[in-house]
């Protein structure tokens, strides 16, 4: 296990496995690999909502608002458009073949976190980018998803987009029990 990974899993035990995922569809109908942090903490928890802020999403997931592949489906469609009308783009988004590709969100605020995923670059070397959600800010962190996660969860990494930080305790509600 990602040793990332398996410090998230001390601090915010996870919840009884969630049904298994199959990765390699997922990643054909992406059109690309993800990377391991992310398959791994989606392994070990599922979909579901850190700290009452971070919402991991989920391939399969039965709400499209919080499946994967619908997500990124939909935010592929709309940022061309927003980009198009003049709101500006993240830093790194303008070598050819680079995309953004969600894997989490906050509800209440709109924001999202992307990889910023570009050609060349093994999905262990992809980093985060966060939109402000309703307004044109970008913000990115030059490291993974698991990373971000526990850096947020811990107040190593302060974010200017995001709420700020989770309290001293950490808890993670899952897809499985709060969307029903």
């Known amino acids: 296990m990602d040793p990332v990974v398996a410090r998230i899993a001390e601090l915010v ?3 009884a496995p969630p049904r298994p995922r199959d990765w390699k569809a997922v990643e054909a109908e992406l059109g690309t690999p993800l990377p391991e ?3 791994q903490l989606v392994d070990l928890y599922g979909g579901g909502v850190f700290d009452e802020v971070v919402w991991l999403l ?4 039965p709400v499209e608002d919080h499946d994967l592949l619908a997500v990124t489906r939909e935010r592929e469609e709309v940022l061309p458009g927003l980009w198009a009308i003049g709101e500006p783009k993240p830093a790194g988004l303008t070598e050819d ?4 590709l969600p ?5 209440d605020g709109g924001q999202y976190l992307y990889w910023l995923a570009g050609p060349g670059r093994a999905p262990e070397e992809w980093t985060v980018t966060i939109n402000e959600g309703r307004g044109p ?3 990115g962190h030059a490291v993974s998803c698991a990373r971000f996660l526990l850096s947020f969860m811990t107040g190593e990494i302060r974010s200017e987009i995001l709420p700020g930080p989770p309290g001293q305790s950490h808890v993670f509600d899952a897809n499985t029990d709060i969307l029903r």
């Open 97 to 100: 073949g680079t995309r953004l």
């Open 37 to 39: 942090d992310y398959k």
């Open 58 to 61: 989920e391939p399969g997931c």
């Open 13 to 15: 035990p996870p919840p």
């Open 103 to 107: 894997w989490a969100y906050v509800e």
């Open 137 to 139: 800010g970008w913000e």
